[in-house]
Structures are given as C-alpha cells and as structure tokens.
C-alpha cells in the first residue's frame, strides 16, 4: 500500500491509535500526544473503519460515451435543434440510464452542435406607399426671435407626391398637432384617386 506523501502516520501508528482508542479507552487527546500530531488527526483515525488511506480516485469516474449513445444524442439534437444537453439528457435517459448533461455536452462540443442553426433572417419589407399614406414628423428647434426654449416643426408628408406642409409652433400639444392635420389634409393632394400608387 502506497501511503499519502504527506501523511501523519504511518500504518501501523493508524492501527495502534485505533486500538488504543477502541479497547484501552485512551482520550484522543493523550493519543494525540503520545504520536505527536494534531488530535484532529487522530479524532479523523479513529472514525475509520481501517487504516488505510482513502482512494484518489474521483468519486464519480468519467463516464465511456458508446458509440450508440453518441449516435442517439446527435440524431436527436439534429431532429430537435433547439433542445439544450440538459433536455437531450433526459429524454434519452430511458434507453440510456447514463446520460448526462455532462456527456451530452462533450458530444454536442466534439461534433460542432453546441449552438443551434441560425434562423435565416427575412429581408426587411418596404413600407407600402399609396395615396391614402402620409408621415408625420415633430421637430424641436431653438427659438428664432430672440427669447428661451424652442419651438416645434410639425411636417406632414405625402408619400405618393412627397409633397410637405408643415407648420412651426410654440408646443406640440394633440390639439395642436390635430389641428395641423387637419389644415394639411386641405392642402395635399387628393389621397383617394386611381392614378399610379408609387411616388
């Protein structure tokens, strides 16, 4: 047995403070001194059932990805390409009780499907202009005639004639802006007409 590069005591100190503690009733404390270590140390021996040292090894050892496990987590990543390792993982784990986020995602990594496809974007449709269409626009402006604040452009177009009326004011208020409308309406051309519906 290879003990611990660092360890306290040897073995058969381990079994004799085990000994001493179990049948002769010696106090930690006094086992402690007679071996000259922490008693912490000896209160850890004296818990074990042996004296050996426990296993490096890791407590859950790397799991063996089959072939077959491998093939099921990339046809269903493929089939459903917005499921993440943890979904892939339990809806496999019926037919195999070893799956994991941990090994589904080493599989998506080595196989380049850690990330789904990307959506194709659409192209971005014109805005449709016809004679009953117009914009409207408010834009502030400092004031001309000397004095503070500002004052407000409210511009109508008309998308089929890109013909603009516009008005400037001393607050954008919805009367303020109807009334505009309204004067604009009766100024721009006619928007119902069954002439050509591009500019």
């Not at 000994?19 to 000259?36: A, M, P």
């Not at 089939?79 to 892939?88: A, D, L, M, Q, V």
């Not at 192209?123 to 202009?129: D, G, K, T, W």
Request: a positive charge; zero cysteines; proline letters at 9%.
């Amino acid at each position: 047995m290879k003990l611990h590069a660092r360890a306290a005591l040897t073995l058969n100190q381990r079994k004799e403070v085990q000994r001493l503690h179990r049948e002769d009733k010696v106090s930690i404390r006094d086992l402690g001194t007679r071996f000259r270590v922490n008693p912490t140390t000896i209160q850890r021996w004296v818990k074990r059932e042996t004296a050996l040292d426990k296993t490096a090894a890791p407590i859950h050892p790397r799991r063996v990805i089959t072939p077959p496990y491998r093939d099921s987590v990339v046809r269903f990543r493929e089939e459903n390409p917005g499921h993440g390792p943890i979904r892939i993982a339990e809806a496999l784990r019926d037919e195999f009780p070893e799956a994991n986020r941990g090994t589904v995602l080493r599989i998506l990594q080595q196989e380049g499907l850690t990330r789904p496809p990307k959506k194709e974007r659409k192209a971005p449709r014109p805005i449709p202009v016809g004679h009953h269409r117009i914009q409207m626009d408010i834009q502030q402006l400092p004031v001309v005639a000397g004095g503070k604040g500002f004052e407000y452009k409210i511009s109508m177009i008309h998308l089929r004639s890109r013909y603009k009326y516009s008005e400037i004011h001393a607050d954008f208020r919805s009367e303020t802006v109807a009334q505009v409308l309204q004067r604009g309406l009766e100024q721009l051309p006619p928007f119902f007409s069954f002439g050509p519906t591009t500019p």
